[in-house]
């Protein structure tokens, strides 16, 4: 039996991922309203997004938001499912995997802001974020795909259980309920809630602390990829992932920068180089 591919439509030339860089900040923000679900276009324009940003030495730090003042994102659009075999949905389910492990993987800082209701694979992208920070009263967060006959099949089961812990996680999947921000904090699922008024140039004045010449970024990443690579390996493997990653930092100009402004007691100036 053949395969049933996804209809084609017009969304397969429409623009579902927006792109730009504000000083050293790539923003990618998911652009299809009313809920910026995501389809198999959306997430390899998504997947297209995160190479751009990887490879743009000019990029030090990632924001992930969604269009819109009502939702980051409400996952994957049903509609599409329902009109596709399980081929079809096993191969969306395993892109949307390599596309969430390239952003984990990138040696850069990613913030998911959460400008809007965050469920379902809204939530499993979130988590694949570095920070989670939110919107004040902006919405629910959770993973109800169990009220659908399934379970969260972008990663929920793995990285929801690797934040909050393998009980309450199940917990948290099996009830299919969603809760508050403030509920999310309490449980490490989200790590700052931000005001309404002005998130958005808040989040990007948050982001670019972590840029030159404000923080060596270089520095930022391989911390972040000691961190996640060497969270799925033993200690002895990892501690010598943070070797590796240590010791390309101290060949850098800014270990050199920074080491020096300690001594001669100024700021430093980092360059990401």
């Known amino acids: 039996m053949a395969t049933t591919l ?32 995501y389809t198999y276009e959306m997430n ?12 743009d030495n000019d990029v030090h730090v990632m924001v992930l938001t969604g269009a819109g003042d009502k939702f980051f994102s409400a996952g994957a659009n049903i509609r599409m499912l329902a009109s596709v075999d399980p081929t079809f949905k096993y191969y969306f389910c395993l892109h949307a995997n390599e596309t969430l492990l390239r952003l984990e993987q990138t040696p850069k800082l990613v913030i998911a802001a959460l400008n809007g209701h965050c469920v379902g694979g809204g939530l499993e992208i979130a988590m694949a974020a570095d920070l989670r920070i939110a919107r004040k009263d902006a919405g629910k967060i959770g993973l109800p795909e169990v009220n659908l006959g399934v379970l969260p099949g972008t990663g929920g089961t793995q990285r929801l259980s690797r934040l909050v812990g393998k ?17 999310a904090k309490e449980l490490n699922i989200i790590n700052d809630i931000f005001e309404r008024d002005g998130f958005m140039e808040n989040i990007m004045e948050y982001a670019r602390q972590f840029c030159p010449p404000n923080k060596a970024a270089k520095a930022v990443g391989r911390i972040k990829r000691s961190v996640q690579t060497g969270w799925e390996i033993p200690l002895e493997s990892a501690l010598a992932v943070e070797r590796e990653n240590q010791q390309l ?11 020096a402004a300690y001594v001669e007691k100024r700021p430093a100036t980092f360059t990401a180089k």
């Not at 996804?6 to 730009?20: D, F, H, M, S």
């Not at 390899?44 to 490879?55: F, H, S, T, Y």
């Open 167 to 183: 009980s309450k996680a199940i917990e948290l999947m099996i009830t299919g309920n969603t809760f508050s921000f403030e509920e």
């Open 249 to 259: 930092l101290f060949q850098s100009e800014d270990a050199k920068e920074g080491l």
């Open 44 to 55: 390899r324009q998504l997947d297209d997004a995160i190479l751009k940003a990887r490879m």
């Open 6 to 37: 996804q209809p084609a439509t017009a969304e397969t030339t429409k623009q579902l991922i927006n792109y730009r860089i504000d000083a050293g900040v790539a923003v990618i923000e998911m652009n299809d309203p009313p809920a910026n679900t």
